[in-house]
């Protein structure tokens, strides 16, 4: 009984891991969406401060029911720098972005962050250069290169817009490559919450502005503002820390690539930024190379 047990809960934990993967991409491929909307009222900073805010008071809650120990001292370095780059600066870049370029594109330019993810697990984790990776990456990215081309309307022209996000591509992939190493020893749940509380410590100079602006927005961005830090943010980098602790730096930053489609197609039914046909083709070589990148 008990092998059977054991053999069963093998089984499932990849399936497990897979499914948290799918809910991490598409919950965050609404997050651009999210900040888009939210954006016309809230500058770059004061809405990852209020994101990371909503987000730290999320797990908490979740933390206060399912309790979960401090990392070890010896990650704290790691811990710091997934919290500074990922959840702050990353914030930052992004929504200062998406201030000045639509959802899909952004998303399009964001993603060639599970390319440099690649290339620093590589290296610094020693996960290698599997072939299939490599492949798969490269179909993947140039799905989402035609997708940016479909919905880019002729912006995508070298601007504040396009740099700010290579820079949280950058920023995003140095952010997972300290993370991974904390998830051998750590609750995802407990990662994730201390490194929002890092990320929002990072944006505090921005408090005096976000008490400004929140209180002028209108409902609709507060209720945006809120839904970026429960869904996008608390929940989804936690289904994500849960999916890379159970597979490689790389392979899971290659199912990032299905965010693009999926947030043109949010773009489009929320804020009837219609996709142009390209972008069917675009999406369907994300899938591909997702795909082919987890074999």
Avoid at 116 to 140: M, Q, W
Avoid at 192 to 198: G, M, S
Wanted: glycine content about 10%; overall charge neutral.
């Amino acid at each position: 009984m008990t092998a059977t047990l054991e053999r069963d809960e093998r089984v499932a934990t990849p399936r497990l891991a897979v499914a948290a993967a799918l809910v991490t991409v598409v919950l965050w491929a609404s997050a651009f969406v999210g900040i888009r909307a939210a954006g016309e009222e809230l500058a770059g900073g004061p809405l990852a401060l209020a994101r990371l805010l909503v987000a730290a008071l999320a797990l908490g809650a979740m933390l206060a029911l399912r309790p979960a120990p401090l990392p070890p001292r010896a990650g704290a370095g790691r811990l710091v720098l997934c919290g500074v780059l990922w959840l702050g600066i990353y914030n930052i870049a992004l929504n200062e972005a998406e201030r000045r370029i639509d959802a899909g594109t952004a998303a399009m330019l964001v993603n060639v962050g599970p390319v440099f993810i690649a290339l620093l697990a590589g290296v610094v984790l020693r996960e290698g250069f599997p072939r299939t990776l490599l492949l798969g990456c490269a179909v993947a990215f140039a799905g989402a290169v035609v997708i940016g081309l479909a919905t880019a309307d002729g912006d995508l022209a070298p601007s504040w817009g396009a740099a700010l996000c290579v820079l949280a591509a950058a920023v995003w992939a140095g952010g997972v490559v300290a993370q991974k190493p904390l998830l051998e020893t750590s609750s995802p749940l407990m990662v994730t919450f201390l490194a929002c509380l890092i990320g929002a410590a990072v944006c505090l100079p921005f408090a005096p502005a976000m008490v400004d602006q929140l209180g002028d927005a209108s409902a609709g961005t507060i209720a945006w503002t809120v839904y970026l830090g429960v869904v996008p943010t608390a929940i989804a980098f936690t289904t994500w820390a849960y999916a890379l602790s159970h597979t490689s730096a790389g392979r899971m930053g290659s199912t990032t690539y299905l965010v693009p489609p999926i947030a043109v197609a949010l773009g489009w039914l929320l804020l009837a930024e219609t996709p142009p046909l390209l972008a069917i083709p675009g999406g369907l070589l994300c899938l591909a190379g997702a795909a082919l990148a987890r074999r």
